[in-house]
Nanobody, 124 residues
């Protein structure tokens, strides 16, 4: 079994920054691709970013490209999402997720394990 725990969410003013962390236990972290998703009230869960096992392949949603940076430290079994130039539209619960394999995918249905989420609120 895999357990994912997100942290780092909070309240920030527009234009500010936050760094989210996702700590994984229970499975060799380096064997799995990781992703970040978000869900705003009344909306479907949407893809934010994904990173391959090695960290060499990365995908971003167009809405966050150039503002957000996904990374991972396999020695710490932790993935990160650095969010800069935050906008009120970025307000959502942010989830990290893990794929049992190497696939780099934007589809939430492809992910096998999910964290409990961390709230990010951006005030205007």
């Amino acid at each position: 079994q895999v357990h994912l725990v997100e942290s780092g969410g909070g309240l920030v003013q527009a234009g500010g920054s936050l760094r989210l962390s996702c700590a994984a236990t229970g499975r060799p972290f380096a064997l799995n691709s990781m992703g970040w998703f978000r869900q705003a009230p009344g909306k479907e869960r949407e893809f934010v970013a994904a990173i391959s096992r090695s960290g060499l392949s990365i995908n971003y949603a167009d809405s966050v490209k150039g503002r957000f940076t996904i990374s991972r430290d396999n020695s710490k079994s932790t993935a990160y999402l650095l969010m800069n130039s935050l906008k009120p539209d970025d307000t959502a619960i942010y989830y990290c997720a893990l794929v049992r394999g190497a696939a780099l995918t934007k589809n939430p249905s492809d992910y096998d394990y999910w964290g409990q989420g961390t709230q990010v609120t951006v005030s205007s």
